[in-house]
């Protein structure tokens, strides 16, 4: 075991000392590495790219990359809120959660520019004109010495002996060549990640691929107000922005999330995907998702046009028979949609999970009635949302809500939940701790509700807050042939503390539809309470 775990540090240290060497032949004198001995944060990382008006600096561990960075930015050429920190601070820690075990400095500043594009914050540099003598007085590269240099004549630094490509030389390298050298210098950095075709290069697709129609595409983009939204593409203006009035749709391509064919995500930046062109390695293109519809187009055509047939026999059998016409009520006090906030915290999923496991080994019957680790949340209120009108009054209502949550709300909103209870053995949960703003925060979001004439079907008069494990629905007590849960399934859980969650956004979610592909209910909409308005 304690050979096993030597390895795997040697391992991690070469790989922090390949990406560190990577960093440093791309940044050069921008980047200075102090190391700590002795400390648990071994090394400290600080970039400060010329043509950015930013530091970045990442304190990394003996376990990096497997255990994340501790991050911090310093601003230099410009201001952030404390809000628009936390939000920079958070979307960073998020995005090396999702790259653990892989080199993340490089792609963590790209992340953090992306982030501060959507913020329309201009963190750019401009830089200063240098002398020749300034210009002649290169760097030794380090790297080049040693037989290591990876970027060969597109170093900045100096190699001794070697002849630098000028601008004509440059300019002959074919697109494959150029392509080439990018895809390099991608997987020694970003980790091994392809190049992934753009939202403009989707949109030209679209627009000008004759198979496809421009109908079957939906957009989903991102709202400064009311978070993601959908809007079919033909809708859309797709003319430089600059150019068209207030009266029309348009957004910087920056802004669009992913697109659908019909009901399916065929691009998504936020996981990479790419159906359209397959440049992240799918092996599917646009055009193998539309033959995938058309066939079941065709096989939808083809049971409709059974039914219609049987439907035709029974007719002409019962002529004679008088016709009862069913109509099925729609019942107006059940809910369809509800305000969320979602449980994504990685110690509460696994806490949550291990309740779970211990309620299904003593029942396996019981694995349907357990909640979706991707699904978690704590509803707000519900609501019943019919018509096109009702829908748009409610996103009009979050939109304001959005407004005061800075004056509703604390800077950072900390959730955490310590313990179990039930509602009537049927239903096993765990509390949040008592927020009294987050109650202050939901009884006005309520209030707008009603004032903008919403049903709020469904919400009790006292909110209780919970974040649901397990339930047992009729039809599960039915089939199990049981009544409650019995509580020796969780009793030893009973004060178990599952963890911290830090809230910024809230859903509009969808009871009735399909839930998304990460497994969340679909949203109407999802609204950043502390961005900058």
Known sequence: MMAGSTARSTSQMEDQENEIEALQSIFADEIHVISNRGREYCKEISIKPNNLGVTFSFSITEAYPDVPPLIDIIPATFSLTENQTGILLQNMYTAAKDMKGTAMMLALIESAKDTLDEMDINYHRVLE????????????????????????????????GQKKMNKDEESELNGEEKKKVEGQKEEQVGGKKPPMKTACDVISRIQWDPELKSSHFIVGYL??????????FDDFSWVDIATVDLNTLAIPRHRIQYFKYHDEIVWDKRVRLDNVFGSTGSQLTIGDVAKKFQKESLAEDEKEADKDIKADKVEQNSKTEPQIKIVKKINKNAPNYFIAIRIDDEDILKNVKMVQDSVTENNKGLEAACATLDSLHITLCTMRLDSHDEKMAALKVLKEIRQEAARLLPPSLLLSFQGLGNFY?????????????????????????REAGINLAGTRKQTNLHMTLVKLRRSDMDALCM????????????????GVQSVSTIHLCSMDNAKRYDGFYDCLASVNLFDEC
């Open 129 to 160: 004109q240098k002398s020749d003598d300034v210009k002649d007085c290169q760097i030794v590269c380090p790297f080049f010495q040693q037989g290591k240099c990876r970027f060969g004549t597109k170093c900045k630094n100096l190699h001794p």
């Open 223 to 232: 709202d400064r107000f009311l978070g993601v939204l959908e809007q079919p």
């Open 425 to 449: 053995e049927r239903v096993l949960f765990s509390p949040p701790n008592k927020e009294p703003a987050l109650y202050t925060f939901i009884n006005r979001l309520q209030d707008k509700f």
């Open 483 to 498: 009544e409650y849960l019995d509580d020796s399934y969780y009793s030893k859980f009973l004060h178990t503390y599952f």
